[in-house]
C-alpha cells in the first residue's frame, strides 16, 4: 500500500482505507503514509511514519533525513503542511504549485513524486475530510507559528471554501465551520480583523440568497460561539480572555441579529424554511447558554444559577418585543423548532434579576412569562402544545428556572397569582403522572414546589396558606403516581425507578420539602395510605399461610398481588423515610416530631411483619427483586431516622420517643439502634437459592453500609458495643454463619467483592470500641486461629485438606484481616494484633507467597501485608528496647523478595493481561515497600552495620522490577504510576543518597519516567507532584553537597568573604541574570578532585587525613548528574514548557524542583531561554527577554526556603506573563538534545 508516489486517485483510496479499514493493519499503514505527505509535526504521528516507512523499506533514495524526521523532505514546516492541505481541498492539478507560488521556490523536482499531476480532481468525499481534519491538527498544535498574514489568509480560504461549496456533505460543511471556528478563536486577540465577525458573514445574507447560504452563515455564528465557550486546561487564562472580549464585542449582536432574523421567518412554513427557523433556534440558544462569568464547568450545571448576562444585554430584555417574539414562535412553529424556541424561553426565565435597570422594568418581564404561562396553561391551543414530550419537558424546565431566579415576593405581586399559581398546581398533579412518557420531567415540577415552600416565611400570611393548601394536594397526587408507578413496572410498561435507587433519593428529597409544608395533613394521608397497605399485605400472607393456594393453582396470581403490594410498600418507606430525614432540627415543631414518631411507628410495625412472613414464605411465593426493593427502603429509612433522631448532632425529641414507647416500648436512641441491628442481622444471611444470589449480594453491601455508618459515629458505637446482639455478632463471625463470606464464587461487582473486607473493618470498629479488650480479642480472633492451625498442619503434611481448601481458607482470612487491620488506629490495639499474629503466623505468609504466587491469593497476602505495614496515626510505635520494628521489616523482606523474584521469572502469556499477571503484583510490591520504607519504624543503618541484606535485597529487587516494565506501560497504569512515583519519593528522601551506587540503567529508566510522567496530558496529579518531590530531592542533594564541597575546599584559605559566605562566583553558580544574552555563564558546577589544602604545615594525624580523603571523594550522584547534563537539561524543559504552557492544578509543585535544575545547569538554562525568546515572533521578542530576565531576579544560590518562595513567586509572574502572549514553545537549543 506504500508508495513511491502519490497523486488524487491513489490519495481518494488511502482516505478510503483510512475511515472505512478492511483490518487494523491497513489502517495503520495508510495512516503512516498519510502522517508522512501530511505531516502534522506531532511527536506521534512523525514516530509513526518514519517507522512505518523504514519497515515497509520503501523510502525512496536520498530521503534518510527524511525518514529520520518522520516527513516528505518537501514539506518542513506546519504551515507548509497546511498550504498542502489547502490546496488539496482547492482540487488543484499539482498542490506544491501554490506553495511555489508563496514560497518563491524554483526547485521543486521532488514534487512529483509526492502528488503527481493528473487532470483527475478529488470527486471522493474521504480525502476532503482527511485535508480539514489535518487542517484542523495543524492550526490547534502550531498557530503561533503562523504569520499574522498567513493566519488571516488561512481564515479567509476557509470562508471562501464553505461560501463555495453550499451543497458539500453536511458533515464537511460542519468540519469546515469548526475549522473557521477555532481559527478565528485562536487569532481573536492578535488579528483585530477577526473581531469584525457579524460583517464578514453578511455574504452569506446578502440579499438574493438562497435559504441554503443563509443557513451556512448562521451554523458558522453558531460555531464560533460554541467555540469561544470551550475551555482549555493548557491555556485557560488566555482562552478566557479570548471569551470575554468575544461576549464584550459580538455575542450580544450575534443575538440580536438572530432574534432579527427569527421574527423575519416566523411566516415561512417550506421544509427549507423550517430548517432556517432551527438553526436561527440553535444560534440563539447557544448565545444563551454562553459561560458569561466562566463559571459553569460542564453543560450538566446549565439547571444550577442564574443566566448571568451583562449589563448591555439589558436592551434585550427590558424590550417587550423578544418575549413576544419566542412565545409567537412557540405558538407557531411545530416540533422540534417549538421544543427550541421554549429552551430558549427557559434561558429567558432565568436572567439573573440584578440585570435590570429597575424593579419596575423587573416586574413587567416576571409578570411577562407569568402572564404567557397562564395562557398556556388555560388555552386549548396551549394544553395542545404542552401534549408534546418535547415541549412539556422543557415547559417543566422552564417554570423550575424561573422560581429558582426570582423571588416569591416578586411573583406574588403578579395581579392572577392565585390563578396562576393554582393553573401550576393543576398542571403539577397531572405531571405527576408523566412518568409513562416524560419521567425526566417530574424532578423540575418539584423543584418548581420545593423551592417555592422554601421561601414561604417571607410571603405573606394569605399567600403562605394559600400555597400550603396546594402542596397538600400536591402530596397527595405525588404519593398516588408513585404506586401507579410500582404497578406499571411490574407489569413491563416502564422502567422500575427503583433500580436507581440515587435517583430516587434525590427525587424525594424534595418531595418531603413540598410535603412537609403542611405536614400534620400529608402526613396522615401518607399513614393512611400506608396502614391500608400494610393490612392488603396481611390478608395477602395469611391467604398465602392458610395453605388455600399450591405451587400448581392459583399462585401465580398471589405472587404477583404480593409483589405488587409489597414493591407499593417499598415506595411508601422510602417516602415516610425521606419524610424523617427532611427534618430542620431548629424549625421542627413538636406536632411535626410527632408526626414522625406515628410513621416511624407503622414503619416499624411493618418491619415486625415482614420478619415474620420471611421466615415462614415459601421461596416460591417470593420474590428476589422484591425483597431486595423492601430491605433497602428499610434499610434507608434506618438511616434516615438516624440522621434525625440519633447520634451527636441530631435533637433527641421527646415526642418522637413518647410515641415510640407507647407502641414498641422505645424510650430512646439506645433501644432504636438494638432494633436496627437486630432486624438487619438477617440481611447478611442467605437463602442458599442461586436465583437470590445477586439481589442478596446487594443487600449485604447496602447493609454493610448502614452499618459502618452506625459504627462511625463516637456515641452510636460504644452503645452498640454493649448491645447483646453485637456481642453475639463479634462472637459469631465467620463463614459459617454468614454465607457472603464464602469464598466459592468471585463476584464481578467490586462493591460485592470488597464486602467482606468492609465486614471485618466495621467489626473491628465496634470490638475497639471500648478500652480493655484483650479478652474480647482473643475470643474474637479464635475463628482465624483454627483455622491457620489447620493450615500450619497441612504444610507440615499432618492434615487432610486438599490444596484448593488451603487456598480458600487463607483466601478468607487475608481478606478479613486486612478489613480487620485497616481500622487499628492507634499503639495499643496494633501492639495487641501484632503480639497474637507475629512470629506464630507469619510463616504462613511466606509459605503461601512461595506456592501460590501466581494466585489472587498473592495479591491478597501483599494487600493485607500493606496494611499491616503501614504506620497510619504513628500506630506502628515500639518501645525503645524492642526489635518489633526490626523484626517486622525482615518479614516484609522475606515476603517481598520471594513474591518478586517469582514476579521477574513469571512469562506472560499475553500482552493484553499483562495487568492482571504481572503489573497488579508488581503495583503492589511497590506499595508494600513504600509504605515499609516510610512507616519510620526501623532504623535502616542496622542493616548495613551488621551486614543483613533485608533491606538491599529488597531494593535490588525493585530495581530490576522497575526495568521489566517499559516506561509508557508505567505511566499508562495509573495505579501502578502511583505506588511507582510514590515509591521514588519514598526512595529519594533517604534511601537513595545513602547507597553506595546504582546501576546507570536503573539511574536512566529513573531520570526518564520522572520526566515522562510529567510531560503526558492530563496526568495524575499525585503521580506527578511525586515525581516533582523526587526531582527536587535530589537536585537539593547535589547542589548542597556541591556547596559544602566548596567550603571544605575552602578551609584554611583566605577567600572566605567577611559574612561567611563562600565566593561561589568563580564556580558557574551565579552570575548576570538568565535569558541576557551572554553565555559567560557556561559552565555550571566544577568539581575539584585534588587533595585536600591545608591552611599551613599543622602535622595532621593518619585518622584525619583519611577523614579528610573521604570527605574529598565525591558523591557517586553528584558525579552522575554532573556527568550526564543531559538528564538536568531534559527534566528542566519538561518542567519549564508545563509551567509556562499549560495550566496544573498541582503547579505549585511543579515549579519547587526547577530551581535546583537552574543552578546545577545554569549554562543550559542561559541557551534554551535564549533560543526560547529568538523563537518568538519578532514583536513579542523584548517582552519575552524582560520576562526571562525577571525569573533569576533576587535568586541566590542556596535552596532555602525563602529562596525558593522568592523563586516561585519569580516564576508565577513569568507564567502569567507567557498566559497573556501567544508563545511558541522550543524544546532545546540544539537540534540534538536527546537525554538517554
Avoid at 396562576?420 to 403522572?433: E, N, R
Avoid at 558523591?1115 to 514548557?1137: A, C, G, P, R, T
Amino acid at each position: 500500500m506504500m508508495a513511491a508516489s502519490l497523486d488524487l486517485h491513489s490519495l481518494e483510496q488511502y482516505c478510503e482505507t483510512l475511515y472505512n479499514p478492511s483490518s487494523q493493519a491497513s489502517r495503520i499503514q495508510v495512516e503512516s503514509l498519510l502522517n508522512y505527505h501530511f505531516p502534522t509535526f506531532s511527536l506521534s504521528s512523525a514516530n509513526t511514519a518514519a517507522s512505518s516507512l523504514s519497515a515497509t523499506a520503501l523510502a525512496m533514495p536520498g530521503e534518510d533525513d527524511a525518514l529520520h524526521k518522520g516527513h516528505s523532505p518537501d514539506i518542513n514546516s506546519p504551515i507548509e503542511s497546511a498550504l498542502f492541505c489547502r490546496s488539496l481541498l482547492e482540487n488543484t492539478k499539482n498542490p506544491y504549485a501554490l506553495m511555489q507560488h508563496i514560497f518563491g521556490r524554483t526547485n521543486h523536482a521532488r514534487c512529483g513524486h509526492q502528488l503527481k499531476e493528473s487532470d483527475q480532481r478529488a470527486s471522493s468525499r474521504e480525502p476532503v475530510w482527511f485535508a480539514t481534519s489535518r487542517l484542523r491538527n495543524l492550526v490547534e498544535d502550531h498557530f503561533t507559528t503562523f504569520t499574522p498574514a498567513e493566519q488571516v489568509g488561512l481564515r479567509t480560504f476557509v470562508l471562501r471554501y464553505i461560501y463555495q461549496n453550499p451543497d458539500a456533505q453536511a458533515f464537511i460543511l460542519t468540519a469546515q465551520a469548526q475549522l473557521f471556528a477555532i481559527i478565528t478563536k485562536l487569532g481573536w486577540i492578535e488579528n483585530e480583523e477577526f473581531r469584525a465577525l457579524v460583517d464578514q458573514i453578511q455574504v452569506f445574507f446578502q440579499p438574493g440568497t438562497t435559504v441554503a447560504y443563509r443557513i451556512i452563515g448562521i451554523r458558522l455564528l453558531t460555531a464560533v460561539a460554541t467555540e469561544m465557550n470551550l475551555t482549555s486546561n493548557r491555556t485557560p487564562t488566555k482562552f478566557r480572555k479570548i471569551a470575554v472580549s468575544f461576549r464584550d464585542t459580538q455575542l450580544l449582536p450575534i443575538f440580536q441579529f438572530a432574534l432579527t432574523m427569527l421574527s423575519s421567518v416566523l411566516q415561512l412554513t417550506d421544509p427549507d424554511g423550517e430548517k432556517l427557523k432551527e438553526s436561527i433556534l440553535t444560534l440563539m440558544r447557544t448565545c444563551l447558554n454562553f459561560d458569561f462569568i466562566g463559571t459553569l464547568p460542564d453543560e450538566s450545571s446549565d439547571d444550577v444559577g442564574s443566566l448571568q448576562a451583562p449589563t448591555t444585554w439589558r436592551v434585550v430584555f427590558e424590550e417587550p418585543g423578544y418575549l413576544d417574539v419566542l412565545w409567537a414562535c412557540w405558538k407557531k412553529f411545530p416540533s422540534p423548532a417549538s421544543v427550541l424556541v421554549m429552551e430558549c424561553l427557559s434561558q429567558a426565565a432565568s436572567i439573573r434579576r440584578s440585570l435590570f435597570s429597575s424593579d419596575e422594568s423587573r416586574n413587567t418581564y416576571i409578570h411577562h412569562i407569568m402572564q404567557e404561562t397562564l395562557l398556556t396553561l388555560k388555552t386549548r391551543e396551549g394544553q395542545s402544545k404542552l401534549q408534546d414530550v418535547g415541549n412539556f419537558h422543557e415547559f417543566c424546565r422552564m417554570l423550575s428556572k424561573f422560581r429558582s431566579t426570582f423571588q416569591l415576593a416578586e411573583v406574588c405581586e403578579f395581579k392572577e397569582f392565585e390563578q396562576w399559581i393554582s393553573m401550576i398546581g393543576d398542571f403539577t398533579a397531572s405531571g405527576f403522572h408523566s412518568w409513562k412518557w416524560s419521567p425526566n420531567s417530574v424532578p423540575y415540577l418539584l423543584t418548581f414546589w420545593s423551592k417555592m415552600v422554601s421561601s414561604l416565611s417571607s410571603a405573606k400570611q394569605a399567600t403562605q396558606e394559600y400555597i400550603q393548601s396546594t402542596t397538600v394536594d400536591l402530596s397527595r397526587a405525588y404519593l398516588k403516581s408513585r404506586l401507579e408507578c410500582a404497578q406499571a413496572a411490574i407489569d413491563g410498561e416502564v422502567d422500575d425507578p427503583l433500580e436507581s435507587e440515587e435517583a430516587v433519593v434525590t427525587t424525594l428529597e424534595m418531595y418531603a420539602t413540598l410535603a412537609r409544608s403542611k405536614y400534620i395533613e400529608s402526613g396522615r394521608y401518607v399513614a393512611t395510605e400506608f396502614k391500608d397497605l400494610v393490612k392488603r399485605h396481611r390478608e395477602l400472607i395469611q391467604t398465602a399461610s392458610t395453605g388455600s393456594t399450591s405451587p400448581t393453582f392459583g399462585t401465580s396470581e398471589l405472587k404477583e398481588r404480593l409483589q405488587v403490594v409489597e414493591m407499593q410498600i417499598t415506595w411508601m418507606m422510602y417516602m415516610i423515610a425521606a419524610l424523617i430525614g427532611g427534618r430542620i432540627s431548629y424549625q421542627s415543631t413538636a406536632e411535626q416530631d410527632q408526626m414522625d414518631g406515628e410513621l416511624a411507628s407503622e414503619v416499624l410495625g411493618f418491619i415486625q411483619q415482614a420478619q415474620l412472613w420471611i421466615a415462614q414464605r415459601p421461596l416460591y411465593l417470593a420474590s428476589p427483586d422484591a425483597h431486595l426493593y423492601v430491605q433497602s427502603a428499610i434499610i434507608f429509612f434506618y438511616t434516615q431516622f438516624r440522621s434525625s433522631y440519633i447520634g451527636e448532632e441530631s435533637s433527641k425529641s421527646v415526642k418522637v420517643y413518647n410515641i415510640l414507647s407507647e407502641r414498641w416500648g422505645l424510650n430512646g436512641p439506645n433501644q432504636v439502634l438494638d432494633v436496627i441491628m437486630n432486624s438487619s442481622l438477617g440481611n447478611l444471611r442467605s437463602s442458599g437459592d442461586p436465583e437470590w444470589r445477586k439481589q442478596e449480594d446487594q443487600l449485604v453491601v447496602r447493609t454493610l453500609r448502614l452499618y459502618t455508618q452506625l459504627a462511625s459515629g463516637y456515641s452510636s458505637v460504644k452503645h452498640i458495643r454493649k448491645l447483646d446482639t453485637t456481642k453475639a455478632l463479634l462472637r459469631n463471625h465467620s463463614a459459617s454463619e454468614f454465607r457472603f463470606l464464602e469464598l466459592s464464587k468471585k463476584s464481578s461487582d467490586t462493591e460485592v467483592a470488597r464486602s467482606r473486607m468492609v465486614y471485618y473493618t466495621m467489626l473491628s470498629r465496634i470490638l475497639f470500641a471500648e478500652d480493655n479488650v484483650e479478652a474480647d480479642f482473643w475470643r474474637f480472633v479464635k475463628p482465624w486461629e483454627v483455622a491457620l492451625d489447620q493450615v500450619t498442619l497441612a504444610f507440615e503434611g499432618t492434615s487432610d485438606l486438599s490444596e484448593e481448601q488451603i487456598r480458600l481458607i487463607l483466601l478468607g482470612i487475608f481478606k478479613d484481616l486486612r478489613g480487620f487491620v485497616s481500622s487499628i488506629t492507634n499503639r495499643k490495639q496494633y501492639t495487641l494484633f501484632f503480639e497474637w499474629f507475629y512470629p506464630e503466623y507469619t510463616p504462613i505468609v511466606v509459605r503461601a507467597i512461595e506456592i501460590w504466587p501466581h494466585d489472587e491469593l498473592g495479591i491478597a497476602i501483599l494487600r493485607f501485608w500493606h496494611e499491616f505495614a503501614s504506620n497510619k496515626s504513628s500506630r506502628v510505635t515500639f518501645d525503645s528496647s524492642s526489635p518489633n520494628g526490626i523484626l517486622l521489616f525482615r518479614e516484609t523482606s522475606n515476603i517481598l523478595y520471594t513474591y518478586g523474584q517469582n514476579l521477574l521469572s513469571r512469562p506472560l502469556s499475553n500482552a493484553n493481561v499483562r495487568w492482571s499477571e504481572k503489573y497488579k503484583g508488581i503495583m503492589l510490591y511497590f506499595s508494600v515497600l513504600s509504605a515499609s520504607l516510610s512507616g519510620k519504624y526501623v532504623n535502616f543503618g542496622v542493616f548495613k552495620l551488621y551486614g543483613d541484606k533485608a533491606l538491599s535485597r529488597v531494593l535490588d529487587t525493585f530495581f530490576s522490577l522497575m526495568l521489566a516494565i517499559p516506561v509508557e506501560d508505567m505511566i499508562c497504569f495509573p495505579k501502578l504510576a502511583h505506588s511507582y512515583f510514590s515509591m521514588l519519593d519514598v526512595f529519594t528522601t533517604d534511601h537513595m543518597t545513602g547507597m553506595a551506587i546504582m546501576p546507570q540503567p536503573v539511574l536512566a529508566y529513573m531520570f526518564q519516567s520522572l520526566g515522562e510522567i510529567i510531560n503526558i496530558q492530563n496526568p495524575d496529579t499525585l503521580s506527578s507532584t511525586m515525581a516533582c518531590s523526587a526531582i527536587d530531592k535530589i537536585c537539593t542533594f547535589v547542589l548542597n553537597w556541591i556547596l559544602k564541597d566548596k567550603i571544605r575546599k575552602s578551609e584554611g584559605q583566605d577567600d572566605l568573604q567577611s559574612n561567611g559566605s563562600p565566593d561561589l562566583s568563580g564556580h558557574g553558580l551565579v552570575g548576570s541574570s538568565a535569558g541576557s544574552g551572554s553565555n559567560s555563564q557556561r559552565s555550571s558546577v566544577e568539581l575539584s578532585h585534588g587533595p585536600p589544602v591545608s591552611s599551613g604545615s599543622r602535622p595532621v594525624s593518619k585518622h584525619r587525613q583519611q577523614q579528610q580523603q573521604q570527605q574529598q571523594e565525591t558523591h557517586w550522584l553528584v558525579e552522575y548528574l554532573m556527568s550526564n547534563k543531559d538528564i538536568l537539561s531534559y527534566l528542566f524543559v519538561i518542567l519549564f514548557q508545563v509551567i509556562s504552557f499549560e495550566n496544573r492544578s498541582n503547579y505549585w509543585s511543579l515549579s519547587r524542583p526547577l530551581l535546583g535544575l537552574i543552578l546545577l545547569n545554569r549554562g543550559f538554562f542561559v541557551d534554551y531561554t535564549n533560543s526560547f525568546i529568538q523563537s518568538q515572533l519578532p514583536d513579542r521578542q523584548e517582552q519575552v527577554q524582560t520576562a526571562v530576565n525577571a525569573l533569576m531576579e533576587g535568586i541566590e544560590v542556596n535552596l532555602s526556603t525563602l529562596n525558593r518562595d522568592r523563586f516561585t513567586q519569580n516564576i508565577t509572574s513569568f507564567r502569567r506573563e507567557c498566559t497573556q502572549m501567544t508563545l511558541m514553545s522550543v524544546t532545546s537549543p540544539s537540534e540534538d538534545n536527546g537525554m538517554l
